[in-house]
């Protein structure tokens, strides 16, 4: 069953026929072209909601899976490094690696998988792992270079100015957020427009069969953001200083951005993408110039994106220390989870319920003052992943890593914090260096934090 919330329910998808011949073509959507700037939103958004109704009955395949990880580049005295000499020495390779919005940031990401590859996606991901500690240290020959993987850079250096990528998007973001106010955490106040060269993260992409099938899992995803944010942190020592929220990133972010991402301002659960759409449009742009730009300029939790021939939903939320099998403990959480809630038609929790959760998630994390016991939640919802993965003839071979953080009541974030207690020595610099040592060759080694 489908709470109230819901509105009508999402069963109701208008069936149209179109004609393939005469079907809008998006492609040119897409196309940088000298005719773009005067392509009409309005004619856009009405042919991708045309596109929606065509695809209604399509079948691909599900729970194809992709991940995005993000990371930062430091020296042995904790100073940002910029990633442009390992990027351009990756280029041509087999990895998809690209620039990000902080100049010591770069992004890497693998190709969807089916839902029955997350071993091949992990052996992927391993790869990835030995070829960057190679390539760091052909692109780095004169000084010591290590990748942090810890969702918040943790260099006290880097608020310091001119650390923004200098490429045309990436300017006009920091135009846009140099007009905001400050953000404060904790008696610290840091430029808006610098939080974002600070902060990374690790996003996992999922492919609906159809915009039906995508709605839905868009849906029951805000389900399990909370307890995400709960398993997945580990950003709690972050410029230079720990931090006691269990989340900070996710708090300096959500402000930065000045409700631009954060938990979906939705008023009502999805009843299909057209009502996306609409959402997605419904805001102000601040850099976008079409609808695609304007999906990806919303930086919520999850998020919805139409592709040229697939719907996928994107989750933002979370920040693994990523080593291969910690990330993929995380994609047998959603894939789980999705399934089973969605076969049984899951009751989805009220709207205001998950936001009160997720905010005291990233505030106490394991130890969140909501209307229900956090800890029991997530444990109900592992197992109700577990179940999940049984009906799709899926062994969870990484869901014990979860198992042990609650058991534990561990994560990424807690480690760190108390590995910068006991090996704090008066030196920041040192200290932070000792700490991402610890934490880079855990990642080599394949090493969950639980």
Not at 52 to 57: F, G, P, S
Not at 262 to 282: C, E, H, Q, V, W
Not at 355 to 362: I, K, L, W, Y
Request: hydrophobic share 35%; with cysteine; net charge negative.
């Amino acid at each position: 069953m489908i709470s109230p919330e819901t509105g009508s329910s999402i069963d109701r998808v208008i069936k149209m026929n179109f004609n393939n011949s005469t079907f809008p073509n998006l492609n040119s959507v897409n196309t940088k072209s000298s005719s773009q700037s005067n392509f009409s939103l309005d004619r856009q958004v009405q042919e991708l909601k045309d596109r929606v109704h065509h695809d209604a009955e399509r079948v691909d395949e599900a729970f194809r899976v992709g991940v995005e990880v993000e990371a930062c580049l430091l020296d042995e005295k904790g100073i940002p490094v910029t990633a442009e000499p390992l990027i351009k020495e990756l280029s041509g390779t087999a990895y998809e690696i690209d620039y990000e919005y902080g100049a010591c940031q770069f992004e890497y990401k693998t190709s969807p998988v089916g839902m029955n590859n997350l071993d091949y996606l992990n052996i992927v991901f391993e790869q990835f792992i030995e070829s960057l500690d190679r390539f760091i240290k052909k692109a780095y020959k004169e000084k010591e270079v290590i990748p942090v993987f810890l969702g918040a850079n943790p260099s006290p250096e880097i608020m310091k100015e001119g650390l923004i990528t200098n490429k045309p998007r990436y300017n006009k973001l920091a135009d846009w957020q140099n007009s905001l106010p400050d953000v404060e955490i904790e008696g610290y106040n840091f430029r808006a427009a610098n939080v974002a060269t600070a902060i990374q993260g690790f996003h996992l992409h999922l492919q609906g069969k159809n915009p039906k099938n995508t709605t839905i899992m868009f849906n029951h995803i805000l389900n399990i953001i909370p307890s995400a944010i709960v398993l997945g942190a580990n950003s709690r020592l972050f410029a230079g200083r720990v931090y006691s929220l269990h989340e900070p990133r996710i708090h300096l972010y959500d402000q930065s951005e000045q409700q631009n991402s954060g938990f979906p301002a939705i008023p009502r659960y999805l009843d299909g993408i057209g009502d996306y759409i609409d959402y997605t449009t419904s805001r102000e742009p601040k850099i976008a110039k079409d609808y695609f730009e304007l999906e990806k300029e919303r930086h919520d939790d999850a998020r919805i994106r139409i592709g040229p021939d697939s719907y996928r939903v994107e989750t933002r939320i979370m920040s693994v220390q990523p080593t291969s099998k910690s990330l993929m403990a995380m994609a047998e959480f959603f894939i789980g989870y999705l399934s089973r809630a969605i076969h049984e038609e899951r009751e989805l929790r009220a709207l205001a319920t998950l936001r009160e959760e997720r905010m005291a998630a990233v505030r106490s994390g394991y130890y969140a003052k909501t209307h229900f016991n956090i800890v029991d939640t997530i444990k109900a919802q592992l197992d109700f992943a577990r179940k999940g993965l049984s009906d799709l003839g899926v062994n969870a071979e990484f869901l014990n890593i979860l198992d042990k953080r609650i058991e534990n009541r561990n994560t990424p974030g807690e480690y760190v914090a108390k590995l910068w207690s006991k090996k704090f020595n008066g030196s920041v610099s040192e200290t932070i260096y000792e700490i991402i040592s610890d934490i880079w060759q855990k990642t080599k080694d394949n090493q969950p934090i639980t």
